[in-house]
């Protein structure tokens, strides 16, 4: 089972892989290099989250409809070579766009949903065969797994691609791109080598359990304190993963780093993350978990606020401490906020309300990209400042995390009945990574 766990491991690797150069260096290059509007970058790094209700058609439709006795890979294989694509394109539709922006944004919609598709379509797939490959008591470790070795790619990916665009030029970027999907590619094909068993007939395919958006929003909204966490869930994470977009720039338009320079921001973000899910697993058992989850959200909240005094007083190294904060608080606040959703779960409803965790997820990334686009641009219009815009984002969401870190303090666990075995804090990080 190892090497299978691996494999689906190279497979999530490959992947997110895919995510970082749009998601870091191409979002900064197109703000802040080509002046491109945030609020259009926002909504094209968004298609991902855009697409994400297909995720419960593409699961269904792959059940069913094996291509040569192969359930998932096939699939997986598709979203692969889209997202491959997506990247390769990427930077050149970029370009395009400001030298010919409606040829351009027509260009840039297709390689963007491209991604976005592909992104939709490899990660229900994988996810699901993940979840067939691995006996139930082994779930959790798999995708640990997987989540691990996924978060220590998005680290690499991020140091060899700031290396790979010093100095910046645009062959450079495009060549780096090249690179990355070359990579992904090689290492998604790896994974999937004689990983998944052939099968002869659709019933034997394990039933999923898959829900409607209508039925998760009914059991949210059927009990008040469960509404009330779910509230909590969707600023917090809004506020949390909303930055992705504009950290980057902000740091080019704050302290003129270089496409280099800002690339590397991922890199720590994701290691300070690492480390915080280490704390929470020291911490699992001996601390409560609204304390762990409390902590996690004053620190991203302390995380914001620094990142705002670091633009005040264009001070490189506390906008430093203001990422680290953030990633410290991102990586307890995530976890230490899924283990309390089990408290939020009924008898026969888990996989509904983790559904539910996933919803919340990908409406929180969605809505807080396009906030802090729109913000951005409206106050920079406004002020003419374009260090401005950011800085009223970030006050924003340091706001809405403590607005959220009060719902906190107000939310009764114990009101909600709790009829499920706790899970191990392997499967709680697990189920954070999905």
Not at 296 to 311: D, E, K, Q, R
């Amino acid at each position: 089972m190892f090497l299978k766990r691996f494999q689906l491991g190279l497979i999530h690797v490959a992947v997110a892989m895919t995510l970082v150069p749009i998601n870091s260096t191409l979002n900064r290059v197109m703000i802040k290099e080509l002046s491109l509007s945030a609020t259009l970058v926002a909504l094209l790094a968004s298609l991902p989250y855009l697409f994400a209700p297909i995720q419960v058609a593409i699961g269904s439709y792959s059940d069913r409809h094996p291509i040569f006795g192969l359930r998932r890979t096939p699939y997986i294989l598709a979203g692969l070579i889209l997202c491959v694509l997506g990247v390769i394109v990427s930077p050149q539709v970029a370009y395009l766009m400001a030298e010919n922006f409606s040829l351009g944004l027509l260009a840039g919609i297709f390689a963007f949903g491209l991604w976005g598709m592909g992104y939709n379509l490899s990660a229900v797939s994988y996810l699901s065969l993940a979840t067939e490959l691995s006996a139930e008591n082994e779930r959790g470790k798999t995708i640990a797994t997987m989540w691990f070795m996924m978060i220590v790619s998005i680290i690499a990916t991020a140091i060899g691609l700031s290396r790979m665009v010093d100095p910046y030029t645009p062959e450079a970027l495009i060549r780096a791109f090249g690179y990355v999907a070359a990579s992904a590619l090689t290492l998604g094909l790896l994974g999937l080598i004689k990983l998944e068993p052939r099968s002869n007939s659709a019933a034997e395919s394990p039933r999923s359990e898959n829900y409607s958006y209508k039925q998760m929003s009914a059991a949210i909204t059927a009990n008040p304190v469960a509404r009330t966490f779910f509230i909590y869930l969707l600023l917090l994470l809004a506020a949390i993963l909303g930055q992705d977009v504009l950290l980057e720039p902000f740091g080019a338009e704050a302290f003129n780093m270089t496409v280099t320079q800002t690339t590397r921001i991922t890199s720590l973000w994701g290691t300070f993350v690492l480390v915080a899910i280490l704390i929470a697993g020291l911490l699992e058992g001996r601390v409560v978990k609204k304390t762990v989850a409390q902590f996690g959200n004053i620190g991203a909240l302390a995380g914001f606020v620094v990142i705002v005094a670091s633009g005040v007083t264009r001070s490189t190294n506390i906008f430093y401490i203001g990422v680290t904060l953030l990633g410290l608080g991102t990586g307890l606040s995530t976890v230490a906020n899924l283990s309390l959703m089990f408290d939020f779960t009924m008898p026969g409803m888990v996989g509904l309300y983790i559904g539910a965790w996933g919803f919340s997820n990908a409406l929180s990334r969605l809505t807080g990209s396009i906030l802090g686009g729109v913000v951005r641009d409206v106050v920079n219009q406004a002020t003419g400042q374009a260090l401005s815009g950011y800085l009223v984002v970030f006050v924003i969401e340091a706001m809405m995390l403590l607005v959220a870190a009060i719902m906190l303090t107000r939310i009764d666990i114990q009101k909600f009945t709790n009829g499920v075995k706790e899970p191990s804090f392997v499967e709680k990080v697990a189920l954070a990574a999905e």
